[in-house]
């Protein structure tokens, strides 16, 4: 059993777990290999292979959708727009030539392409307007060329209608001068409400479409080919975004989306970012709106470009869990369970959907993946309320005295940790004397892939600052450094993303409160030996931004403390939950002499007593006995920068301790080092 009286691995952390890193993987793999022998199984024409191809569909199509509004902050309710352009490109080139289903099909995503590229147009800064008057000449003159040539030959006007053409022409060079992707929040989800309105409106009146009427796909298509393309798009289009999210793009694209100012501040192409996940979104909503119409066979644009189509695309995103890679993907399976097996039974399928829109957002307004995250961390579900005690909430009122969620859904601080600095952890791996600390850093590292923070904050004490209270500011840090002490053995390299918009909002607070503070932004700055251990053992895939925090050497224990309050406080304000790392060593008395590194030890027994000594009352939380050992400790083992580390992490701390636990204690070259769960 663990400390908090529960087995680490419940069959609930189990399950959940599965969804996540090897093991997720493996899973994945098991479903794509049934998923590609379910036709041998069941018969290339059963019921069960068609319900599949509507959840490759669909969860593509989620997988779209929340690419524009989970990750990137670009809610839309205008990406039925693609699903007509797609579809109806698709239905044009095979009904007007010779070409097959399969060749047309790529037309979708093409056309779906280019029609988002119209609306990036506008987006660049310097000198879009004057490229967009450019744009809008040049339309207007193609557009008297256009009506000249069909002047002299009727038969070159692909409208069919006077009417049809010149409102088409006007809402292209509209639309090429529209600043869409300039707008935010809920102006940018009108705007593409609008915009997908106002090509409906043109498809309704457009004779070589069928105008209200729509037009017919039919082929020889077979339900087997259909089932393996769909399943095929939605493995690479997940493939890509999995991809995407943990590369430096998906780290500036979520930038963009908590605070685009601050992400253009610190380098980040931010109009770039925004083009590529449109143009992307674009690109397979179109193919998959393909296949769908290539099932359905009638295509007609009330269906297309439907206000039902975003329902269903909130739908999907929201069941399964915004902002993330699985959430499309189960949010696909319950809405073709919803949409055709349980509202087809009750004969009431909008209601149905309705009904269970409402229940989703007010009991799980996380989706299924928010229950598997909380399934990963036992405490935070149970300090929650239940199920039962939120549906109770939502039909008969609160009172007002009931529990609010667990502090680990809450932002802020959601975990504390002491961690050695040294690089030997890192670059003496082979030594046997340090094993138990890199041990307890791969608990560190396992607890964080559990907590899933915002941004880490690092305070080291290697990091010396002398004037101002210095904080990283660079968006993107990358370099080579070599230690001091020990380059002979070795190098350590870097490639490190920061949190710049706490960054910047620390630095205002800081000087608020009276700490002279700045930002390090620049490049080629020198990062120091414990923030890069730090970064290497507990977050060695860069799956978190960090807050990179400097040891100001005029600065006592209170004020260091203060900065940890201001973090805490400023991490709450930004809605972001952050885990500490402070960075520092116990016992200060480093051997002078050259010795074997297989032979550390802590410098003297004294030390090594005083060392344990202060551990054991931080494990158990005698907070106050502490404070009173704590002049002694420093005078005697000449503790590493008068503990100013422990100061900052129980200043983020509100001044209190959680569940502490030491992970591990050993040496750093005569200096003791341990690595302790704080909170």
Known sequence: MSAHGREPDSAGRLLADSFYGSRGAAWAAAVLAIALLVPAMTGPQSYLLHLLFSVFVFATLGHAWNLMAGYAGLLTFGQQVFVGIGGFAQAIVFYYSPASIWTSWPVAGIASLLFAWLLCLPLREGGSR?????????????????????????????????????????????????????????YFAVATWL???????????????????????????????????????????????????????????????????AARSSGVDVNQVKAAVFLFSATV?????????????????????????????????????????????????????????????????????????????????????????????????????????????????????????????????????????????????????????RRGYARVARDLQDLQPDTLVIYST??????????????????????????????????????????????????????ASKLVDYAGFPLDSGTLTAQALANAEGSFPSLIVANNLYHDAARTQALGEIVAAQATAQGKRVVILAVGELSGSQFRDTRALADDAVATATDDEWNRRILKLIGARELDELQRQLPDYLAHAKVDMGFKHFAFALGALGGRLGACEVYAYGPQFGCGAAVVRLS
């Not at 915009?195 to 309704?204: I, L, M, P, R, Y």
């Not at 349980?342 to 799980?364: E, N």
């Not at 490639?495 to 960054?503: E, F, M, P, R």
Request: net charge positive; proline share 4%; with cysteine.
């Open 130 to 186: 004057r490229r967009v008057k450019i744009g809008v000449v040049v339309a207007v003159v193609l557009w008297l060329l256009y009506e000249w040539l069909i002047a002299r030959v009727p038969a070159a006007d692909v409208f069919g209608s006077a009417y049809v053409r010149r409102v088409a022409l006007l809402l292209l060079i509209f639309l090429g001068a529209l600043p869409l992707l300039r707008l935010k929040g809920p």
């Open 195 to 261: 915009v997908a309105e106002a090509v409906a409106s043109v498809f309704n009146e457009w004779r070589v479409v069928g105008a209200g009427g729509g037009m017919q796909l039919k082929s020889a298509v077979t339900p087997l080919q259909m089932y393996y393309v769909a399943l095929a798009l939605l493995v690479v289009t997940t493939a890509v975004i999995w991809r995407w999210m943990r590369s430096s793009y998906g780290l500036a694209l979520t930038a963009v989306r908590d605070d685009e100012d």
């Open 285 to 437: 909503t179109g193919l998959a709106a393909g296949l769908y119409y290539m099932d359905v066979v009638i295509i007609t644009p009330p269906s297309a470009f439907s206000l039902g189509w975003a329902s269903a695309f909130v739908f999907i995103v929201v069941a399964g869990g915004m902002g993330t890679v699985a959430g499309p993907v189960i949010g696909g399976v319950l809405y073709i369970l919803v949409d055709r097996v349980l509202a087809a039974a009750a004969g009431q399928g909008m209601l149905v959907m309705g009904v269970l829109s409402i229940l989703l957002m007010l009991l799980l307004p996380r989706g299924v993946m928010g229950i598997v995250h909380d399934l990963r961390q036992p405490a935070r579900r149970r300090s929650g309320p239940s199920i039962w005690r939120r549906m109770a909430t939502v039909l008969v009122g609160d009172d007002g005295r009931s529990a609010g969620g667990g502090l680990a859904d809450q932002p802020g601080v959601v975990g504390a940790y002491l961690v050695s600095g040294s690089p030997l952890l890192t670059l003496a791996r082979q030594e046997p004397a340090y094993e138990e600390l």
């Open 462 to 515: 290697r990091w010396y600052a002398v004037l101002d209270q210095l904080w990283q500011g660079r968006a993107r840090v990358t370099g080579l450094h070599v230690d001091d002490n020990w380059h002979e053995l070795g190098e350590m390299r870097y490639d490190i993303t920061t949190d710049v918009s706490l960054a910047r909002a620390c630095v205002r607070a800081a000087q608020h409160a009276g700490i």
